[in-house]
């Protein structure tokens, strides 16, 4: 379980970054899987659920997570909603106590958020199509909804795939550089001619660095290199396996 600075430093917030250890499941998805997305053992999903809300100091009832489907919808969650009426959204926010909200990612940037002063917390997935999208400034409006502040919201970015690990081809850069022209320094030449190095989480963290919160840092961890600590698509894709596990992400604000 990781946690990082700005988020560490709130009153009456806690958050975790889970990595894959300490869970039940076996194989492809051992052991912390939390992604009921996956191909696991829907009880064993269930126990890595239960066993990472404890950690925090939650009930497993208490998380609430969504069907994540790179895009920018939010969802805000006033109380966990019905097993198989999760809705199609790809963050969440709350002013709820007690109430954790939850992001799935196995290389996409998990951002957590968080304003004390206004008792309003965020969670984000954010792969480059859903930062792309719009997925952070929909969160952060959102949680402006809820009576944050800009000045006053900190967030953290979480394990993904690191820039080295991250190679897109010659289609890629495209798109991200006609909605930001200095995005060009996000990318490095790859060692095959007219691909790239795709810096996800510095983009992660410049679009939110962009909308004047108080505090944004990341997470120094590649989930595709990591095999040991962090599930992962990509590493998936290379060594030719069937699916993958899901890491998760956590928010919440205490009583």
Same mark, same amino acid.
């Given at each position: 379980?990781?946690?990082?600075? $700005?988020?560490?430093?709130?009153?009456?917030?806690?958050?975790?970054?889970?990595?894959?250890?300490? +869970?039940?499941?076996?194989?492809?998805?051992?052991?912390?899987?939390?992604?009921?997305?996956?191909?696991?053992?829907?009880?064993?999903?269930?126990?890595?659920?239960?066993?990472?809300?404890?950690?925090? +100091?939650?009930? $497993?009832?208490?998380?609430? !997570?969504?069907?994540?489907?790179?895009?920018?919808? =939010?969802? =805000?969650?006033?109380?966990?909603?019905?097993?198989?009426?999760?809705?199609?959204?790809?963050?969440? =926010?709350?002013?709820?106590?007690?109430?954790?909200? +939850?992001?799935? !990612?196995?290389?996409?940037?998990?951002?957590?958020?968080?304003?004390?002063?206004?008792?309003?917390?965020?969670?984000?997935?954010?792969?480059?199509?859903?930062?792309?999208?719009?997925?952070?400034?929909?969160?952060?409006?959102?949680?402006?909804?809820?009576?944050?502040?800009?000045?006053?919201?900190?967030?953290?970015?979480?394990?993904?795939?690191?820039?080295?690990?991250?190679?897109?081809?010659?289609?890629?850069?495209?798109?991200?550089?006609?909605?930001?022209?200095?995005? +060009?320094?996000?990318?490095?030449?790859?060692?095959?001619?007219?691909?790239?190095?795709?810096?996800?989480?510095?983009?992660?963290?410049?679009?939110?660095?962009?909308?004047?919160?108080?505090?944004?840092?990341?997470?120094?961890?590649?989930?595709?290199?990591?095999?040991?600590?962090?599930?992962?698509?990509?590493?998936?894709?290379?060594?030719?396996?069937?699916?993958?596990?899901?890491?998760?992400?956590?928010?919440?604000?205490?009583?």
């Amino acid at each position: 379980m990781l946690t990082i600075g $700005p988020l560490n430093d709130l009153p009456r917030i806690r958050h975790a970054f889970f990595t894959r250890q300490g +869970g039940v499941s076996e194989g492809l998805y051992a052991s912390l899987n939390c992604g009921y997305g996956s191909g696991d053992d829907k009880d064993r999903v269930r126990e890595n659920r239960a066993r990472a809300m404890d950690r925090i +100091g939650l009930e $497993p009832d208490r998380l609430v !997570t969504v069907y994540q489907v790179h895009s920018a919808r =939010v969802a =805000v969650a006033d109380e966990p909603w019905a097993p198989g009426e999760a809705p199609r959204a790809d963050a969440l =926010v709350t002013r709820v106590p007690g109430l954790a909200l +939850g992001v799935l !990612t196995a290389d996409c940037a998990p951002v957590l958020l968080a304003d004390s002063k206004a008792r309003v917390v965020g969670a984000a997935h954010a792969g480059w199509r859903g930062a792309l999208g719009g997925v952070l400034e929909a969160v952060v409006e959102a949680m402006e909804e809820l009576g944050a502040k800009r000045g006053t919201i900190a967030a953290g970015v979480g394990p993904a795939i690191a820039q080295r690990s991250y190679e897109v081809g010659p289609e890629f850069p495209g798109p991200l550089l006609e909605q930001s022209e200095d995005s +060009g320094d996000l990318f490095c030449p790859a060692r095959r001619e007219g691909h790239f190095l795709f810096d996800l989480k510095g983009y992660v963290a410049r679009r939110l660095a962009r909308m004047g919160l108080v505090g944004v840092q990341c997470l120094p961890c590649d989930t595709c290199r990591e095999s040991d600590r962090f599930f992962s698509y990509r590493r998936s894709r290379q060594r030719g396996e069937s699916d993958y596990g899901r890491g998760l992400s956590a928010i919440y604000l205490e009583p």
